[in-house]
């Protein structure tokens, strides 16, 4: 069953990787739902994160997949359970609006928006949190005017993870210390799956 | 940075100063590399203008077609089992090398490709002969990278062939900025590359699915190995022999798992796939263990895929993570390189006899040879077959040439039936199925061996494409046997038209020059053979002879490929006729 799955991959910053990886996808005709690049908590080492809606089979393919591109260091793969995530969301409206309108006052306080920018012809908002919330104050505000609207690529951070600062080291030994990697299929060859 | 220019001038490492250039032949020295096929042009002059100092140290041959090029360092790579050099200039002359590239991919061949490409400066301004190689590239790479400064090219190369031949094997592709060719650095040496931290080229073994393995495998009442070019490009060959010898475990190959073991050995039962032999395809449905050794169960392999060995368990040894599991789930992965894994797995393995299930494997070759293999290699039609060119062949070479095939219906015959007596005998376009690859290939192949035969087996149709080689073949006197089996047709497609298509047959007559009256042309002997009488002179003239050979054979016109698994249908469907 296709389901959202968070990847995120930690990197070398090497030009021309964001390309390789996404390749990955679009050969597969897979679409990514939302990509998100950024630094890590080790140093030198970029942490992509990709969000996409696909069966775990083609999810740990896929995995794999990037795994083998020589820069890529590690992939992982979860569910939206073992993660904690947000995206962020700017919201332009008319500045009269917000003023005149105590009803749009109300409903950016229960959203938890927070201005951003204020001006005498437009405000910005901002609100973080899941795509519902953000999608939610799309649609409460589009009545009052919304001008403009914008939302990030999810970052999220993986509960069961300890960071990344051992395992870099293990990469950077000349030989690597065993991962212990679950083979769920010893003696289950009932079915066989294709990408 | 102060403190660390201090460093290095304290540890006064000797520099010369040379040229990027310079510095990029340096490499391919200091790697070994002894032939780069090429072609020159505007953005890879200084390059070029660098070589022609080294010709004493590399050979360079100038192919006639950058696609020509990358070809015969693939044919070299596959049978030295060295990394192949290619060079080409920006634009055009790489666009042409993506072909190539795309088939060294797939089939796991080590190349290193250098690219010239505009100044720097340029990039991005649609400049004379800029392409966007490393854009166009990444999908067919196994790695690629743009040099703009010079200082990098020592460490880049070395990156570039680490990663080339090690692991899993592929291309490489270094597209370098004439600036940088051009550019002065101050060169302390090369220092060969052994670690990138990023990159693991072998999983570590794990013991406890060995130890698995051999449970299955000790366990196991009809046990069946499936020999892929992993043993080859593992220089597993004596290996994987001393892991079946002692189980008496029967074994059949890949099409690019081919003379990796010698054809004749008594537990050689045959070739998989589409029109691989009988036995091997029945008996995989059958098995109760299959063992893949460095294949990758492509779709040729395993005809229908929710029909392949569902009753079997299958141990799977691959180097590549990414290969277990996605085609065919494994009861157990024996991930790592084969070379290390097979030692540890016959250690684990005791000695059987399954005499019983082998005889089965010799039921249904008996059963093939009556119905197929007979006929096809003593023919009793006036019409010349392709079989019978190939078993005249081996005949007159004993298994000893080296068989470059190019792709279609004389590739499967050769295949079949040609036949080996060493590893790295077969050069052939598998995953990719390159039509004109095996001219090139087989000129590059010959560099690879210089002391043995090679013998470029070719349709007309695959001929035709890339003929233009014939030009390298005279200029460096390469010295290949061309042999063209000449069918008048577009033979594979004409037997797929035939039995799926109603004979309705699109396109696929296709008519010929005088083959014999091109390589005279170009200064190469040659022969033209029609009818059985004169055939095995003819192959003997052609084997024998000083320097390259052309011989066509006019085979008949509308012969098909059997056995054949049809697509579409399991490997136990497999039609005889």
Redo the contacts between chains.
């Keep these: 069953m296709k389901t959202e799955y968070t990847i995120t991959v930690y ?2 910053n090497q ?2 990787l964001l ?2 990886i996404a ?1 990955i996808f679009s ?1 597969r005709k897979i679409n990514i739902e939302s990509l998100n690049v950024s630094p890590s908590e080790a140093e030198s080492i970029h942490r992509f994160t990709i969000v996409i809606n696909e069966t775990e089979e083609v999810v ?2 896929l995995c ?2 990037i ?2 591109q ?4 590690k992939a992982y793969y979860n569910t939206n359970d073992e993660i904690i995530w947000q995206e962020m969301a700017l919201y332009k409206i008319s500045t009269d609006a917000v003023a005149e309108k105590l009803k749009v006052e109300r409903l950016l306080r229960e959203c938890g928006a927070r201005a951003v920018v204020i001006r005498k012809d437009y405000t910005i908002f901002e609100t973080t949190g899941h795509r519902e919330e953000t999608d939610k104050l799309v649609e409460v505000l589009a009545p009052f005017g919304l001008i403009e609207f914008v939302r990030s690529a999810r970052v999220a951070i993986i509960k069961a993870s300890n960071g990344f600062h051992e395992k ?1 080291k293990e ?2 030994a ?1 030989e ?1 210390a ?2 212990l990697i679950e ?1 769920e ?11 | 940075m102060q403190t660390l220019e201090k460093e290095i001038t304290k540890t006064e490492v000797a520099t010369t100063t040379i040229s990027g250039s310079q510095a990029l032949l340096e490499a391919l020295i200091a790697e070994g590399v002894d032939t780069v096929f090429g072609y020159p042009g505007g953005a890879i002059m200084p390059i070029y203008d660098a070589l022609y100092d080294y010709h004493d140290r590399l050979k360079h041959i100038l192919v006639r077609h950058e696609q020509g090029g990358i070809h015969a360092g693939q044919g070299y790579a596959r049978t030295s089992g060295r990394v192949g050099v290619v060079f080409a200039t920006s634009g055009p002359g790489a666009t042409n090398l993506v072909t190539g590239l795309a088939d060294a991919q797939i089939d796991s061949t080590p190349l290193v490709c250098i690219t010239g490409q505009v100044f720097a400066h340029l990039l991005g301004t649609d400049a004379f002969q800029e392409t966007d190689v ?2 166009i590239t ?2 067919v790479t ?5 040099v703009t400064d010079a200082n990098e090219i020592p460490h880049i190369l070395a990156k570039a062939f680490f ?1 080339a031949r090690t692991g899993r094997p592929g291309p490489v592709l270094i597209d370098i900025t004439k600036n940088a060719q051009l550019q002065k650095i101050e060169y302390a040496g090369y220092k060969k590359c ?7 080229p072998k999983p ?1 073994i ?1 013991k406890e ?1 060995i130890a ?1 393995a051999a449970k299955l495998i000790n366990e196991a009442k009809k046990p069946f190995v499936l020999l892929g070019q992993g043993v080859i490009l593992g220089k597993a060959e004596n290996e994987f022999r001393a892991f079946i010898e002692k189980g008496n475990l029967p074994a059949a190959w890949t099409l690019l798992g081919l003379s990796a073991l010698p054809t004749d050995h008594p537990l050689n039962v045959g070739m998989l796939g589409m029109h691989g032999n009988y036995g091997p395809n029945v008996l995989t449905n059958e098995c109760d263990v299959l063992i893949a050794v460095g294949m990758r169960f492509d779709d040729r392999v395993t005809g229908r ?2 029909k ?1 060995a ?1 009753q ?3 141990i799977h040894l691959d180097i ?3 290969e277990i ?9 024996v991930w790592g390189d084969c070379k290390e894994t097979l030692p540890l797995l016959t250690k684990a393995i005791e000695e059987r006899n399954h005499s019983e299930w082998l005889a089965k494997f010799a039921a249904y070759t008996k059963e093939e040879n009556e119905v197929v293999i007979h006929k096809e290699l003593n023919p009793d039609t006036d019409e010349l077959t392709m079989g019978e060119v190939i078993r005249l062949m081996n005949e007159i070479s004993g298994g000893e040439a080296v068989v470059v095939t190019d792709v279609g219906q004389h590739q499967m015959v050769a295949s079949r039936y040609a036949k080996f007596n060493k590893s790295k005998s077969n050069v052939t376009s598998g995953g990719l199925g390159t039509m004109g690859f095996a001219l090139p290939a087989a000129i590059g192949a010959k560099f690879g061996v210089k002391d043995r035969t090679v013998v470029a087996i070719i349709g007309d149709g695959g001929f035709q494409m890339t003929l233009q080689e014939l030009g390298t073949i005279m200029q460096a006197e390469v010295d290949v046997k061309i042999l063209i089996l000449n069918n008048r047709f577009l033979g594979m497609v004409r037997q797929w038209q035939q039995l799926f298509h109603d004979k309705r047959y699109s396109f696929v007559d296709i008519q010929s020059p005088d083959y014999v009256q091109l390589a005279k042309a170009y200064g190469i002997a040659g022969a033209t053979v029609d009818n059985r009488s004169n055939l095995k002179d003819a192959v003997r003239k052609m084997l024998n002879s000083e320097g390259a050979y052309l011989l066509e054979v006019m085979v008949g016109k509308e012969n098909n490929v059997f056995p054949m698994v049809p697509q579409g249908c399991s490997v136990a469907e497999i039609r005889l006729k």
Excluded: C
């Design positions: 990197t070398e030009v021309g390309n390789r390749i050969r740990r393919k794999r997949q795994e083998r020589v820069e890529v260091l870099l990469f950077e000349y690597p065993e991962e083979n299929f010893l003696n289950k060859q009932d079915e066989v799956f294709t990408m | 490393i854009n990444t999908p196994k790695w690629n990278y743009q990663i052994e670690h990138i931290r990023s990159y693991r570590i794990r699915y698995e895929l929710d392949y569902k079997a368990k299958i590549d993570p990414a599991d996605k085609n065919v789930k494994s009861t157990v992965p």
